[in-house]
């Protein structure tokens, strides 16, 4: 238990540390990775390069300092966040780690203004807020489907759109795949070229057809110097017969409607990855979908052949291509003629489609806990925690 001194200073110093987040997470990462090398097997060297969600870490331990007297406000976010720490394998061990170089990253970046009052308080609320998140990976590791990483072969490859491809693998080993739930991702880890640590990502699962097989899409990213270290190795180094090393499934997006709701399942770009599963599940178990996929250019759009085959297969199914070159933005009007007191709204892609999405939802009086979400990036940079 943190004594009310402690919550005090904590509370207090969190707008400081917010104003130098930044100058924190790059001192932090930095220091992290010479003296703990062996980490760069696990983080994301291209959202390091991007300068993207690298800050996520330190933005949530902050996040979760704000609530330090009431730690059960953000164990909806921490959940979503274990889930990706149990997929990637980030053990308890890691911890005191990374809150040894998060502290002194604190006190190199604050200097003396970071008493020895201050320091001590964050330790001990570094402590507490690890522990939330050991705690429900330990739950997580417990009931996942297999230990580690296991080694896939691939059985199937196919274009999907102009940037994504599917792939289809089978367990090599003696592994059983468990029932898969729509909206579950695996993460595969990779020893790309050219790179001579591993990198592991995280992609959704497209179909639950339940057969022994995990079916997952992956998006061409960046470009030029940009150019994601996986994603580019997968599209152009892999093929039917290779190998793939993935662990167990994960994540809590899932349909959770009672069954008489219809769902509008809103998607772009990779987004369209669990709302397909979602489609193919709920449209076969004969709730009413309708399925709206926002993308630049027909031309472009993943996975056109298997939406209309649903579309065509299940009269409760209903799709719309909102295509940005033809509609333009999807806009509050296009959005209202869709949604009533009957609809539940399901929502995945980027960033800055799910920022414009909510914009769009707030002018007709839907906050985001009216909405099932799923961010590719962290949920705690969308939600107001
Ligand atoms: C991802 C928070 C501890 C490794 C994340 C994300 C958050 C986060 C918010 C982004 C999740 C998303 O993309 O949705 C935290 C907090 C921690 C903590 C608050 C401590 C209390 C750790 C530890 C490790 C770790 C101990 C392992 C050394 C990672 C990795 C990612 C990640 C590898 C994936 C993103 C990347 O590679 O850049 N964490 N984390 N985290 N975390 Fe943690």
Known sequence: MLSEQTKEIVKQTVPVLEQYGNEITKVFYERLFEAHPELLNIFNKSNQKQGKQQTALAQTVLAAAKHIDQLEAIVPNVNQIAHKHRALQVKEEHYPIVGEYLLKAIKEVLGDAATDDIMNAWEEAYGEIASVFIQMEKAMYEQAAWDDFQSFKITNIEDQGTSMKSFEVEPEENIKVPELIAGQYITVRIKPTNDENLALRHYSIFSVKNDGKIRFAVKREGAGEKKGLVSHDLHDSYSVGDTLEISAPAGDFKVESPEDKK??????????????????????????????????????????????????????????????????????????????????IYLCGGITFMDTIFEELNKLNIDQSGVHFEPFGPKMSITNV
């Open 263 to 344: 769902l509008l399942l809103l998607s772009s770009g990779a987004g369209v990855t669990p709302m397909l599963a979602m489609l193919e599940d709920e449209g076969y178990k004969g709730r009413d979908v309708h399925f709206v996929h926002v993308n630049e250019s027909e031309a472009d759009v993943p996975f056109k052949k298997e939406i209309d085959a649903l579309n065509v297969m299940n009269n409760n199914v209903e799709v719309t291509y909102h295509l940005r070159e033809r509609d333009g933005y999807l806009t509050s009007d296009e959005l209202k003629s869709w949604i009533n007191e009957d609809v539940e």
